[in-house]
């Protein structure tokens, strides 16, 4: 055991060295108490600490500790600001975390051609703040927006609630620059909507830092609606307000986004923000419609009409920004608010064909009380994705039980049709569900692409994909790739 | 070229096919793009897809629908119109039997592009046999999906390499309900750039903006009153050049730009391009008088081009070089049979992770051979 720690500690001192020659001292964090604050990100249940973490502050000493790692064979993990939830940005045993909070320049804002360059720790919010003096914004909108960045969205092909009408990260990204795992520059993409060749960008995006590290994003801007309506509706059950969403879709409207919320979240979000929900509901819808003005009145009204139909019990129109700021903060709270109505709780993130909403919503409600646990419910209704908080107390021992039934909402998800993740991603959390999802030989040809990105296996390892070594001894769909028997790849 | 295409009727079939035939594969649909992108290399058995036709699962609910790759567009726009949706997708030649696979593969789009994008955005999940017979799936049936890396992407636009396409799930849209087309007369093409932002600056939303025949073209969707107010609108902002057209001549209006991006003459080659819509000024300025351009359709608000130069390799490789230097991309669509013009515009930078996966998935690039040359090069001594 000893040894191995010698060994460890030695190519710590080796790397600590070499990325000491091509970063400046107070870029490199090699302390126990500073290593400490990257053992995690937004799920922290999954920790390790890193050996050594790097902040470069430009593309160059991206590469340049890139280099360093793959000299070393040291496996490295990109790092935005830490927000993700599904343990995309969990550090590997030994290996290096890549900071990219110094790369944190809006390089460009071309209001003609209605883009943006950016660095990859710009905040996703800053975006939008920087291109709103000129009538644009920039559309994903992950509750969390206020402090993700623009790197990590790339990494996760974030969503957000009006990605119903306006799509995800990937729909939004042209271009980017990215240092490959042997520490060479490549750009992906085009900085214009015709695009030649296979779609690599695409192939990048959402790809939860296994293929490479982005140093540099250029992202659609779209001109802002002229109008925007919103309406807070409550319904006397989570089905009536499913059939209310299903009825405005008959109806041929596109809303920018439906959001459902149930009576638990719902008093969370209430005690924390105070957004006007009526607490004793027990489901509501915040519908938003935006567009020409014309279009978003006349379609208000129907959408009005249809909730009245399905038995809304309260219709709150957000007729100012203001208010409409008031609605959409306690939406955006919600899972942070939880905090106040149980001790812990874990987020899940499933999606299901809408029209199984209903469906899916029941059978949780069961599987909760089976094991006595409450799961308070927020998501995006208009595209089936749902969240599911699973809430518990560590100190009366539930956690195990806790995690059991998230897991397995995850995987009725799959089951109903659905997708392990509507954009948390899959990160160490759901790694050991994915073969639920996809087979052997899907998972193998997603490994293909792996090695042509990385053939080492060195960017953010253990993410993503099962390994014997994260799922342990449970029997699972899992076989190693053709080339891993070779020994051609590995993967730690 | 072996003449007599193996027909799989099944993805299983299509599997052993792909697996089985010796040498290179090229697989094809409705032969509407054969000549597009760069000439395969030696003989190629064609392995056909029309087999694979038709819906597999439509479930108007969700706005979804799964198709074989062998679907024609317009058949499926045809069935899915009876439950008021659609693929919002209106490549040109879907008129010609294009299938969902083939125009998926091409990366072909048409003007609604501006308001909805291409497949590439459209295409939620997608089933590929490797040429090792692998049979892969990645997405599925929801549209929000973030689980495992994204494989329709890699073969969007790759030209029937890396795999050959069986089944696409694609997210669907209302049809509108309504639609109207103001026309603004912009005879010189130098001012397109200009009469775009003129539209783009307004919020009416235009789900198409396309300049041809000397006007440019902006389609207006949404309810009858919706569009009506819009239309008006439109005009008033944009003077006395602009009016709103009569149903048949706004499709009249719209089938003549089919005509103009759908040509295929015999001497001539035709290329989509895409620059910064504030660097399609600089490209549509001379395009006619120094590179010899007819044809010249543009999209102001995507900075996408279609037009025909003489089907000769300086001629060609010039429309390449100039694009470039204006930051953009270029792609052969049609050429005249035999002629060798390059289809693609300078190598980029990300070419070495195209070969590199090529190299995973088809190390022997008996798909397509020589389709994406000379990014993805054929490799000497490949097997034949």
Not at chain 1, 431 to 444: E, I, L, N, W, Y
Not at chain 1, 460 to 466: A, D, L, R, V
Not at chain 2, 226 to 233: D, L, T
């Amino acid at each position: 055991m000893s040894t191995t720690t010698t060994a460890a500690s030695s190519t710590t001192s080796t790397l600590a060295r070499e990325f000491a020659a091509v970063l400046p001292d107070d870029c490199l964090i090699t302390d126990e108490v500073g290593l400490r604050s990257y053992e995690c990100d937004g799920l922290t249940g999954f920790r390790q600490v890193p050996a050594v973490v790097v902040l470069p502050r430009n593309t160059e000493e991206v590469a340049a500790c890139v280099r360093v790692c793959a000299r070393h064979g040291v496996p490295f993990v990109a790092r935005g600001a830490g927000t993700g939830l599904s343990g995309g940005a969990l550090p590997v045993a030994d290996g290096v975390v890549i900071s990219l909070q110094k790369l944190r320049r809006i390089l460009e804002i071309d209001v003609e051609n209605r883009r943006a360059v950016l660095e990859p720790g710009v905040f996703n919010l800053d975006i939008s703040r920087a291109a709103g003096p000129h009538g644009l914004y920039y559309a994903p909108d992950p509750s969390s927006q206020q402090v993700c960045t623009i790197g990590g969205n790339v990494a996760e092909n974030s969503g957000g609630a009006h990605c119903l009408k306006y799509g995800f990260t990937t729909n939004h990204v042209l271009e980017m620059e990215v240092v490959l795992a042997d520490g060479s520059v490549v750009t992906l993409g085009a900085p214009t909507a015709e695009q030649a060749g296979p779609d690599l960008r695409g192939v990048f995006l959402g790809s939860e830092g296994t293929l490479g590290i982005c140093t540099k994003v250029t992202v659609r801007l779209l001109r802002k609606p002229e109008a925007v309506r919103t309406v807070l509706a409550d319904f006397p059950s989570v089905e009536a307000a499913g059939e209310t969403v299903g009825a405005i879709v008959d109806a041929a409207i596109v809303p920018a986004a439906v959001e459902m919320m149930d009576s638990l979240a719902m008093e969370a979000a209430e005690a924390a923000v105070g957004a006007g929900y009526t607490v004793e509901s027990p489901s509501a819808l915040i519908i938003e419609l935006d567009g020409p003005a014309e279009e978003c009145d006349e379609q208000f009204a129907e959408i009005t009409r249809i909730c009245e139909e399905h038995g809304s019990t309260r219709i709150h129109v957000a007729d100012s920004a203001d208010e409409r700021a008031r609605v959409w903060k306690g939406r955006k709270a919600a899972f942070a608010a939880v905090g106040r109505i149980s001790p812990d709780y874990i987020v899940q993130d499933g999606v299901v064909p809408r029209t199984r909403l209903a469906e899916v919503l029941s059978q949780i409600a069961e599987m909760g009380s089976e094991v006595g646990l409450r799961v308070a419910n927020v998501f995006h209704a208009g595209d089936g994705n749902l969240h599911p908080l699973v809430l518990y107390s560590e100190a009366a021992g539930e956690h195990d039980a806790a995690e059991d039934l998230s897991s397995r909402i995850a995987e009725l998800c799959v089951e109903l049709g659905g997708s392990l993740s509507g954009e948390h991603g899959i990160g160490a959390d759901k790694a050991c569900s994915m073969g639920r999802q996809f087979t052997d030989d899907d998972m193998a040809v997603m490994q293909r692409v792996r090695t042509g990105f990385d053939p080492a296996g060195l960017c953010n390892p253990g993410k993503i994909f099962p390994t014997p070594r994260l799922c342990g001894e449970r029997p699972g769909p899992f076989r190693p790739h053709p080339l891993e028997e070779a020994g051609v790849i590995s993967r730690l | 070229m072996n003449t007599t295409p193996t027909s799989p009727a099944s993805l299983t079939e299509l599997r052993d096919a792909v697996r089985d035939t010796p040498g290179p594969v090229v697989a094809t649909g409705a032969g509407t793009a054969a000549d597009w992108g760069a000439p395969l290399v030696g003989e190629a058995t064609p392995i056909s897809v029309a087999g694979l036709s038709g819906v597999i699962a439509h479930n108007p609910g969700d706005m979804t629908v799964s198709v074989g790759a062998g679907t024609p567009l317009a058949d499926l726009q045809e069935v899915l119109a009876a439950s008021g949706q659609r693929v919002a997708l209106d490549a040109a030649r879907a008129r010609r039997g294009a299938t969902v696979g083939g125009l998926f593969a091409t990366a072909d789009a048409g003007p609604l592009a501006l308001g909805f994008g291409t497949l590439r955005d459209l295409v939620i999940g997608v089933t590929t046999v490797l040429a090792d017979g692998t049979v892969a799936r990645s997405g599925g049936h929801v549209i929000k999906n973030v689980a495992g890396y994204d494989l329709a992407k890699l073969l969007h636009g790759a030209y029937g390499t890396f795999g050959v396409v069986a089944e696409i799930v694609l997210r669907l849209h209302p049809l509108p309900a309504a639609t109207r087309t103001v026309a603004l007369q912009v005879p010189d093409p130098a001012g397109v750039p200009a009469a775009g932002r003129a539209v783009t600056d307004t919020p009416v939303e235009a789900a198409a903006l396309e300049w041809v025949d000397g006007r440019l073209l902006a389609l207006l969707e949404g309810t009858e009153a919706g569009v009506e107010g819009r239309a008006s609108r439109l005009v008033d902002l944009l003077g006395a050049d602009a009016e709103v057209l009569a149903t048949a001549d706004a499709d009249a209006a719209w089938e003549a730009h089919r005509d103009a991006v759908d040509v295929r003459p015999d001497d001539r080659a035709v290329l989509r391009v895409g620059v910064a819509p504030t660097r399609l000024g600089d490209l549509l300025g001379g395009l006619v008088a120094d590179l010899g351009a007819a044809g010249v359709t543009a999209a102001p608000a995507t900075g996408v081009a279609t037009f025909t130069v003489p089907a000769e390799p300086v001629a060609v490789d010039a429309v390449h070089t100039r694009v470039a230097d204006l930051g953009g991309t270029s792609t052969l669509r049609a050429r005249p049979a035999g002629s060798a013009v390059p289809a693609w515009g300078p190598t980029p930078s990300s070419a070495v992770l195209l070969r590199s996966v090529a190299a995973a998935f088809d190390p022997d690039h008996r798909l397509g051979r020589g389709r994406l040359a000379p990014w993805l090069p054929v490799p000497e001594g490949a097997s034949a």
